[in-house]
């Protein structure tokens, strides 16, 4: 268990890392004295049946009838770190493990045990060693017994004995912040929540479920809540999990020192064989059995962590249940795949001496860990799928709050310096591997402390950054003096036909989202990417974070987080002619004052020292972006926003008259700034559908709000410029959590941008939402919810999940 902070010593940061990880409480009531007399102990059953053991004729098959209920009706908010009890209802484990009065995001003093689904109990009976209680029935088998023993069954006659209303909002005793106080029944406690709390049953704060889904859940649940056999591979698989799988565990040097990097940048995403079937992912994770017997994942909390074992193997395992979008990240393995791996770190003369030792003060380094490797491959590696490698500490578990997010912009750009040095200037790149190989002990991470960080530590690894920043700079200035200023020749150029080279991430207060392109308007910062700041960014949030750590643990990942951000922003500015630097850096962290303005300004972008851009006006961060964009040319996602613009210039060519009709109406809406936003949230997604309601657009709107500076955890408010907010809106889909739906018909976009725009007073904006919102009274919400998950798969393909609807607004 735990150790709770409790000593005043220990308060601020208690409170801190409160807000962090949205610590919660959980509900209980006295257990009934007589309920294992009714229905005898509690024991886990054995409930999936063999491949060759058939269900009985008529009986319910939880693949085809139950599953579909649950993914589109409760993995809605049952998925992930934070669902609700850690109940996640998106595979047979999941739902069979049950739930628990644990919380991941908890206020702790020291790390806790681990509980990842799948990796850190292989059966239910572990689960319940590790506190995790039934929601279905494990007493005695009988058809009252497997109703009156369930809790999914009790939650759902909660729901049809108390359904919400029909239109409106929720009344204010459903709490829908991401924060809030959760209640944890088990079956034995539920009398006494249904007492305090009539109104919570399942799905909470939406409409329950239809007659027909309920009545097949209870059938299921009746006749012992049995799973048909899970899916197998794919014959096409089988073959290419082979060939993968011999190649990682090849046993050279060399090759075992590859393997573990890969390994250690691609062990949190979902791995797919191209031209394979869409359905089909996989995890790359370490096992004690080689290829051909079952994976037996060994359950390290980092994957840098040691593994425990003399041997192990590299293995690819399905990944079960259902897709979420909000965890879901896409590698594609290929032929093409493999070739480039073996161009990367194959074909070069190097030698390898030695494998590294898993000791946090090296694991967590990976300049020290992988020296041997060739830097230039490391960085095209990262390089090749830049925005995957983003996307793990934007999908990971790190990227969970609104405090762990604060520390970036809600939008800005990224681009990414060349992994080779001017091309006519290669010594470059030699001087930068001396120079990072001279900084290997400046670069160490947070995690080279392990579990013994302590409560101050952050302060030893905030030095450690801060030095980075200056030699980084001092370095700099002496290429500048020796080659000339950075240009635009210094960004890479993705070899001319690499989406990857220019990225997008839009931060949503409480969630964020990496995308392709330069999306939007020029925005207000940006990022240059190096080397040592895209590795340091992986090995801070994603391959070293741990979300059951301590205080310690999150508070140093989130301090450091803010040179690296510093670190980019430095070196977009560093491309901007030298007397304009220093009042962009100013416009960026404004409302700092004392000590802690002497430490932000501090000029980390070779002040002094020009670029070698050449301006032909004043609009000098514009003007860069356009070159920039000119330089990547193909390299540039053409999925770019709805921006505001006259009219001629938004008709896009080759497009029906309702799409010319709707684009027009969303450009003159993306020009809405400040107080004419008020009624939006962070993210919506506008269905638009024209008079006869066969055709129909989807554009996402995403609130871009303004800050004085995002350099502190606390008191966004107090740093807020709502009048400077903006909005950028964007064909289709993006982001996982929407916030809120619209529907709007072609004849209403006109009164939908006005809507918006005069919306001032409660009663606008009640008349507003009851006009076009989708809220979750609505009766046909689920409806929605269905159309735009279909559309989402349509639109996004494989890289498509089912959104979370945790972060629906009450409006």
Known sequence: MPKYISTKAHTLFAVVFIIISGCTTVYQTVQSPDFEALYGSSEPKLRTLAADNSLAKDAISYHQDIKPILDTRCVACHACYDAPCQLKLGSTTGLDRGATKQVVYGARLEAIDPTRLFIDATSTAGWREKDFYPVLNERVNSAQANINNSLLAKFLILKRGNPLPESGKLADSFDLGLGRELSCPTVAEFAGFKRDHPGWGMPYAMPGLSLKQEYTIMQWLQEGAKFDADPVPSNVAVKAIAEWEHFFNRQSLKQQLVSRYIFEHLFLGHIHFQRHPKKEFYRLVRSTTPSGQAIEEIATVL?????????????????????????????????????????????????????????????????????????????????????????????????????????????????????????????????????????????????????????????????????????????????????????????????????????????????????????????????????????????????????????????????????????????????????????????????????????????????????????????????????????????????????????????????????????LAMSKLSKLKGAELGLLPEMSIVKVTDKDKNTKLIYTLLLNKALANVSFMLSEDLRSEPDLDTLTVVPGFLGSYPNFFFHVEKDQLQSFVDGIKHARNSDDKEAFYRQFGIRRTNPEIWHYVDWFNAEHEKYRGLRAGLFDLNRYHNL
């Open 303 to 663: 994957p840098y962590d040691a593994p425990g074992v003399a041997r192990f193997y590299y293995r690819l395992r399905p990944v079960e249940g259902v897709i979420v979008d909000k965890t879901h990240f896409v590698y594609e393995f290929s032929e093409e795949k493999m070739q480039r791996y073996k161009e990367l770190f194959f074909t070069e003369n190097y030698k390898v001496t030695k494998l590294p030792s898993y000791l946090p003060q090296v694991a967590a380094n990976p300049f020290s860990s992988f020296s041997e490797l060739p830097r230039h491959a490391r960085y095209h590696f990262l390089l090749d799928d830049a925005q995957y490698f983003i996307s793990g500490f934007i999908k990971g578990p790190v990227c969970r709050g609104q405090i762990a997010l604060n520390v970036i912009r809600d939008r800005f750009w990224v681009v990414f310096l060349e992994p080779d040095g001017r091309k006519q200037d290669t010594g470059i790149a030699e001087k930068f591997a001396l120079f990072l190989k001279q900084q290997d002990p400046i670069l160490s991470l947070p995690g080279a402390a392990g579990d013994k960080l302590g409560v101050f530590g952050w302060r030893k690894y905030n030095n450690l950054a801060q030095e980075y920043l200056k030699n980084k700079d001092k370095f700099s200035n002496q290429l500048i003096d020796e080659y000339g200023g950075f240009g635009i020749d210094d960004i890479w150029d993705g070899d001319g036909h690499n989406q990857n080279a220019a990225l997008t991430i839009f931060r949503h207060f409480d969630s964020a989202t990496v995308v392709e392109g330069l999306v939007g308007e020029t925005p207000l910062t940006g990022w240059l990417f190096d080397y040592p700041l895209f590795e340091r960014i992986h090995y801070l949030l994603v391959a070293g974070f741990n979300v059951y750590g301590s205080i310690d643990h999150q508070l140093a990942t989130r301090l450091y987080m803010g040179f690296l951000r510093m670190d980019g922003e430095g070196g977009l500015l560093r491309l901007l002619p030298a007397d304009h630097r220093k009042k962009v850096h100013q416009s960026w962290y404004r409302g700092i004052s004392g000590d802690i303005a002497t430490y932000l300004n501090t000029p980390y972008y070779s002040a002094g020292h020009e670029t070698a851009v050449v301006y032909k006006t004043n609009n000098y961060k514009q003007e860069l972006f356009a070159q920039i964009r000119q330089r990547l040319g193909k390299a540039v996602s053409e999925k770019e926003s709805i921006n505001p613009c006259e009219q001629e210039a938004c008709i896009k060519p080759k497009t029906t008259a309702f799409q010319q009709q709707a684009d």
